[in-house]
């Protein structure tokens, strides 16, 4: 039997915030030097979630093509520079070709899964639009992260190799391809990780919050399937398009290399 919903009050949900507790005091005793970091990153977690629920609630109610492709922009603008925050040792001025990176995988991604395999009506519904946008875009931000660092990483690693190959008439791509693939292999690890443990080792944020939700199980597993799949799609795609789009700005007009091994 499939049991209803069970609701969280304000009392509640105010005890839950003696988890962080634990991690207070790991800190305090370790002497890490995060309490501040903790209170403010809990505060921030409070302010940001509720106020998402009550914006969501106000666009579930508008139902509005406009607002929830406005709001999806945003997001994807958000994502950009969030993630390039993420990246050290980057040259200047990436945050068009990460936005554009984050705006193919997402738009691809997303209206791929709303349209043609959930098959939402109207297909501007935000409930599903903007739930199944947010994964898309939080996890291709990981990973676009992930492959724009170790990226010039492995470029300033490589930096007499690559200088070699430009020197023997080489090319920017020939030049920085080993590394390309390392960045790519990077910014998919993590999806395959979670692929090979889901169902063994966890049960995944889909599928816990459709079965919190009352679900029946088999069919939230499905729903999980398709999440993860579309995951590792917005993974690839992101970083494929990322690494793409930047890995040139290593080398100025004239083909020379500009990053250095520190």
């Not at 949900?13 to 809990?42: D, E, H, K, N, Y």
């Not at 010039?152 to 920085?176: H, P």
């Not at 459709?210 to 398709?226: C, F």
């Amino acid at each position: 039997m499939i049991s209803e919903t069970i609701v969280i009050g304000w009392l509640e949900l105010a005890l839950a915030t003696f988890f962080i507790m634990a991690a207070g005091v790991v800190s305090v005793v370790m002497s890490l030097g995060l309490l501040r970091s903790l209170a403010i990153a809990t505060l921030r977690t409070y302010l940001q979630l509720i106020a998402l629920g009550f914006v969501l609630t106000w666009i579930f109610s508008t139902y509005s093509a406009w607002i929830v492709l406005g709001v999806f922009l945003f997001m994807m603008l958000m994502t950009a520079q969030i993630l390039l925050k993420r990246v050290k040792h980057k040259p200047s001025n990436l945050y068009f070709s990460t936005f554009t990176a984050v705006f193919i995988s997402g738009i691809i991604v997303t209206f791929s899964v709303t349209g043609l395999i959930v098959q939402v009506e109207p297909w501007y519904d935000p409930r599903y639009v903007l739930t199944i946008g947010g994964m898309v875009l939080g996890n291709s931000m990981n990973a676009i992260a992930l492959s724009l660092e170790r990226l010039f990483d492995d470029l300033s690693k490589r930096a007499a190799e690559v200088n070699q190959a430009l020197a023997f008439g080489g090319t920017r791509w020939e030049a920085s391809l080993p590394s390309i693939r390392t960045a790519l292999t990077a910014g998919m690890t993590p999806i395959l990780n979670s692929m090979s443990a889901v169902g063994l080792v966890s049960i995944p944020g889909m599928m816990t919050g459709q079965l919190l939700a009352g679900a029946d199980p088999v069919e939230a597993a499905k729903y999980q399937i398709v999440v993860m799949l579309m995951i590792s799609a917005a993974s690839a795609l992101g970083s494929m398009c990322s690494v793409y789009l930047v890995y040139n700005r290593a080398f100025d007009s004239e083909w020379r290399f500009m990053i250095n091994d520190e």
